[in-house]
């Protein structure tokens, strides 16, 4: 493709746009600014960066790789976000969280057996 190619302007937005980035702003600008979920828990933009990056070292240290498939059993809370976050912008991987209810009550994943992926369980609740 052939085009005319225009100056960027000087009050242009320098980062690029991806997610490790929207860490950027919050951590530099108010990382003592409190987060609140669901008047549950209470956490810093500092706290949840550094449980990011713990997650995403730990997800390195049993193996996970660029591009691998993570499987979480959590949705709509903290856990998840730090989740989200630690596979997506540390590894590019794809982050499962496809859940459904049986008859039974019990929760099912469903899981492409011929694709290799890690399961991520958090035992502490």
């Known amino acids: 493709m052939t085009g005319r190619l225009i100056q960027v302007a000087k009050s242009a937005y320098q980062y690029p746009l991806i997610l490790k980035q929207l860490w950027h702003a919050p951590i530099v600008q108010a990382p003592d600014q409190e987060v609140v979920y669901r008047d549950l828990k209470r956490f810093t933009y500092r706290d949840i960066r550094e449980r990011i990056g713990r997650l995403a070292s730990?997800?390195?240290?049993?193996?996970?790789?660029?591009?691998?498939?993570?499987?979480?059993?959590?949705?709509?809370?903290?856990?998840?976000?730090?989740?989200f976050f630690a596979i997506r912008a540390r590894f590019r991987g794809l982050l499962h969280h496809e859940i459904q209810r049986n008859r039974d009550g019990a929760v099912d994943l469903p899981v492409d057996h011929r694709c290799p992926w890690r399961a991520a369980v958090d035992r502490s609740e």
Do not use: K, Y
């Not at 049993?62 to 989740?83: C, P, Q």
């Open 58 to 83: 730990a997800l390195h240290g049993i193996g996970v790789r660029a591009a691998d498939t993570v499987g979480v059993l959590d949705w709509d809370s903290n856990r998840f976000l730090e989740a």
